[in-house]
């Protein structure tokens, strides 16, 4: 295993090198994705990884055990990140979510037998979905650019902060020995893997472009998990909407796409004084 | 005769009931329960005989659907450049694309159920959005499929489905513009009918 690695790394720094070269052709020219060139690269950089290694061994692991066996470790790292959700809950100012998800941890660490099954959905405590990238958003800090990242895959400029920050804090890379850390970080990984083998066929069915609607569904998907599934629909620049001079067409920005992607703090502000309201 | 008059009169009133009596929400619930019910029923679709698949959403999702209103969300600005002919063909093939998708994902269904969220239509109201969640029997988390509807002398139809936050119809938006940007509505329609082409040749090697 050893000897191999040298090879790899070099390998890994070709891609990167070559990453490099074509950063140079961006293409399609989306207000969102200024360094298009280089996370084309990097995307097929990963899709290669993917099929060689990962998606073969998501697919044997799946093969080999049970579904309620991986659906035992599924909820085992599940309730592990249940910690840093309800952190980052609290960091957002929603003390009820954050107890909750403490609540959680409590109750499947303890009857949920060291976290294997979830009992606290069951009984009511629904699961979240929060990180530190989600908190920068909801504390008003703007997305910035795509991009994509070697191994991990999509992120923004923020989400990529924040994944630095989720790395650091994840309890899992603070395991002793090194070899059990290893373990349960390849563990968790494939096991993340082969939970989206079914969406997998169902990209392919549906993409143009891969990388564009990989990339536009991140984006989507980062923008409703911020909101907490309460996202209010994109502006519709369609043609029943706004009849809008021919000339503005040829503009640069579309206005009507500004509003949310390039002032991304306004309708942080308007979620909060929803959630104000609401109270 | 008189028997079918009762009959034809029986008729004409259970439709215009259907037209304009069925809420969004038990739209949904109804029409997901009823192609659920099959799926769990059929081998053929559960191994991923697609054809089947599809045949089964054009008959009974689609007629349920806007795709026209589906086809202008997605083309955004650059609906207005194409002519109605294009419209049309657009419209066409971006339907066949979604009813493939949509075909897709009900091969891989594995036992999920659906759970319906509290929905209260409001006086007036015609543009609502009706949340289900998809529970899975196993291994991974719940997905949040919403829906989108519009109220037309027709009923309720759907003009747009959120997974997990992700429109299926605007998610495209970048990709059309991109492509009519480079290469025009015509470049963007060939698009589709290659890809179209591409997935029904995939299908029947299945």
């Known amino acids: 295993m050893k000897t191999m690695l040298p090879a790899r790394i070099k390998s890994l720094a070709l891609a990167f090198a070559a990453a490099g070269l074509l950063a140079g052709c961006a293409t399609s020219g989306s207000p969102k994705d200024p360094i298009e060139g280089f996370n084309r690269a990097m995307f097929a950089f990963n899709e290669g990884l993917d099929s060689a290694i990962i998606k073969p061994v998501a697919t044997g692991y799946e093969a080999a055990l049970p579904s309620p066996v991986r659906t035992g470790v599924t909820n085992f790292f599940g309730n592990i990140a249940d910690l840093l959700i309800g952190v980052n809950n609290l960091l957002q100012g929603k003390a009820p979510e954050a107890f909750s998800d403490l609540g959680r941890v409590v109750i499947n660490s303890t009857i949920g037998l060291l976290g294997t099954f979830d009992i606290a959905s069951d009984v009511g405590l629904e699961k979240h979905n929060e990180d530190f990238g989600q908190t920068f958003g909801r504390w008003g800090v703007g997305s910035g650019a795509y991009v994509v990242i070697p191994v991990f895959g999509p992120r923004t400029a923020r989400d990529t902060v924040g994944l630095i920050l989720d790395v650091a804090a994840d309890p899992v890379t603070h395991v002793h020995p090194n070899a059990a850390r290893n373990v349960s970080l390849v563990l968790r990984a494939v096991n993340d893997r082969a939970n989206l083998l079914p969406a997998d066929k169902v990209v392919e069915e549906a993409a143009l472009d891969k990388y564009s609607y990989i990339r536009d569904a991140y984006l989507q998907r980062r923008r409703n998990l911020i909101y907490d599934g309460n996202a209010p629909r994109e502006p519709e620049a369609d043609a029943e909407q706004v009849e809008r001079p021919a000339r503005a067409e040829a503009g640069t920005v579309e206005p009507q796409a500004s509003a949310d992607s390039v002032v991304p703090v306004s309708p942080v502000l308007v979620a909060r004084t929803e959630t104000a309201e609401a109270k | ?206």
């Open chain 2, 1 to 206: 005769m008189k028997f079918l008059f009762a009959f034809f009169s029986g008729l004409l009133i259970s439709t215009t009931v259907l037209a304009q009596e069925v809420a969004p929400d038990v739209l949904v619930k109804t029409v997901t329960e009823e192609v659920l019910d099959i799926v769990r029923k059929d081998r053929d679709i559960q191994s991923g005989n697609t054809k089947k698949a599809i045949d089964l959403v054009e008959t009974k999702v689609l007629p349920n659907f806007n795709f026209t209103r589906m086809t202008q969300l997605a083309m955004a600005r650059d609906w207005r450049q194409a002519s109605p002919a294009q419209q049309k063909t657009l419209t066409d093939e971006f339907h066949a694309l979604l009813v493939r998708t949509y075909a897709k994902a009900l091969t891989e269904y594995k036992n999920q159920t659906v759970h319906y969220k509290p929905f209260a239509l409001k006086a007036g109201e015609t543009d609502v959005r009706v949340r289900t969640e998809i529970k899975q029997a196993g291994a991974g988390k719940n997905i949040e499929l919403d829906y989108w509807l519009e109220k037309s002398p027709a009923g309720w139809k759907v003009y747009d489905i959120e997974v997990g936050g992700i429109s299926i119809v605007t998610n495209y938006r970048e990709s059309f513009a991109a492509e009519v940007r480079n290469s025009g509505i015509d470049g963007l329609i060939k698009l589709l009918q290659t890809k179209n082409k591409s997935g029904d040749a995939a299908s029947v090697k299945k």
